[in-house]
């Protein structure tokens, strides 16, 4: 069944812009076991946020009517109305991505719908001025987001990016675009950035070829990798141990969470080097020892 | 677009590749039947190409499927 976001309502009234909380949005979701609408969302998700406009010119009501109880309903997670007003619709899993290829490379083709938090906002799609409220809202909500989820801006991508030639929101007169043009999602994520201070994904240094007179020198440590560790801290050692074949290069290793699943690798891990005092905790022996496997004698044991 | 419809959602939105196989040949059932209207506006060229791949990518998922079980098949009528 998948959990469902129980906190998505303060979350959002966090940005400060008026929440609307549609009845039984805690529950709500796509597809599930027997198309039972309770679909949520599995470890690791959701790991990215995808923004939209509605390609209408309606009232508030009708538009969050249709994605409420249209085909396919719940279209979206939150609607974003154009005073800024946030409707929470679904706290789980919604339908609204559809067919697509993720810029980032996390989550595999054709699967967004699952691994995201989407956001429909009232706009007609041809050149409608966008409010400077419901902008300022929109910035804000995807930073609060992030923020909560530990979603990093890299991770917001427009319907377009997600689906190239297929979508083109959002678009409209803009701080993010001219015209009906396409929003410039670098500038808009720029924004989210601003908002609130999110730590990116850590960046994987190129590994470090032995210099001919030998002296690899081990990359930084990042901290200790334990439960509760930051998500930057996780990431690194999630990072090394994919490079590493310690665990698999899928979306849920790239979640920035130590959680069971991350203790019981590194345990392994550990154990597979013969370490008798395996605790699964990545302290700075492990990450050297991890981090030499295929370059050089650990520095800290020399094995 | 008339003034009053939610004009963002395509049948295609509501596909996910980790669904049932029933789901995901519903929604294409829908893809390729809301296509079929408007097949003579080049606007939703984009959406028939896309569509195209996600139905090559499930029949080569389906392909391999079959494929495996032909040698598991195999493999055990010769034990």
């Not at chain 2, 080049?42 to 032909?70: K, S």
Request: aromatic share 8%; hydrophobic share 30%; net charge negative.
């Amino acid at each position: 069944m998948g959990t469902s976001l129980e906190d998505l309502a303060d979350v959002c009234r966090s940005t400060g812009y008026p929440v609307v909380e549609h009845d039984g949005w805690q529950t709500r979701g796509r597809g599930g076991a027997g198309g039972d609408k309770t679909g949520g969302y599995e470890a690791g998700a959701p790991n990215h946020i995808i923004v939209h406009h509605s390609a209408s010119q309606t009232s508030i009501e009708n538009d969050v009517n249709y994605c409420l109880t249209g085909p396919d309903n719940p279209i979206g997670n939150l609607f974003l109305g154009r005073d800024g007003a946030i409707h929470v619709m679904a706290g789980r899993a919604a339908n609204t991505n559809g067919s697509g290829q993720d810029p980032c490379g996390i989550v595999s083709d054709d699967n967004m719908n699952a691994k995201s938090i989407a956001i429909e906002a009232g706009n007609n799609g041809v050149g409608e001025p966008w409010p400077i409220p419901q902008q300022d809202s929109y910035v804000k909500l995807v930073a609060a987001l992030g923020a909560a989820y530990g979603i990093a801006p890299a991770q917001v991508h427009s319907h377009f990016e997600w689906a190239p030639g297929r979508k083109i929101d959002p678009a409209g007169e803009s701080n993010y675009a001219s015209g009906a043009d396409m929003w410039n999602m670098e500038s808009f994520r720029n924004d989210v950035s601003g908002g609130v201070v999110i730590e990116p994904p850590p960046v994987e240094p190129p590994p470090v070829e032995p210099p001919p007179s030998g002296g690899w020198v081990c990359p930084p440590f990042p901290g200790e990798g334990n439960y509760g560790c930051s998500y930057s801290t996780c990431r690194a050692w999630q990072d090394a141990m994919i490079l590493n074949g310690v665990i698999k290069d899928n979306a849920a290793n790239h979640d920035g969470v130590w959680g069971d699943g991350m203790h019981n690798a590194c345990f392994n891990m550990q154990r597979s080097w013969g370490w008798s005092d395996a605790d699964g905790i990545g302290g700075q022996h492990s990450w050297a020892h991890l981090r030499s496997r295929k370059v050089a004698p650990c520095p800290k044991c020399g094995k | 677009m008339t003034d009053t419809q939610f004009n963002d959602f395509d049948p295609e939105d509501a596909y996910d590749v980790e669904d049932d196989p029933e789901t995901r040949l519903e929604v294409l059932e829908r893809v390729v039947a809301d296509l079929r209207s408007r097949r003579l506006d080049g606007r939703f060229e984009g959406r028939r190409i896309d569509a195209l791949r996600v139905i090559r990518n499930f029949l080569n998922e389906r392909t391999n499927l079959e494929d495996r079980l032909y040698e598991l098949k195999t493999e055990l009528e010769a034990m």
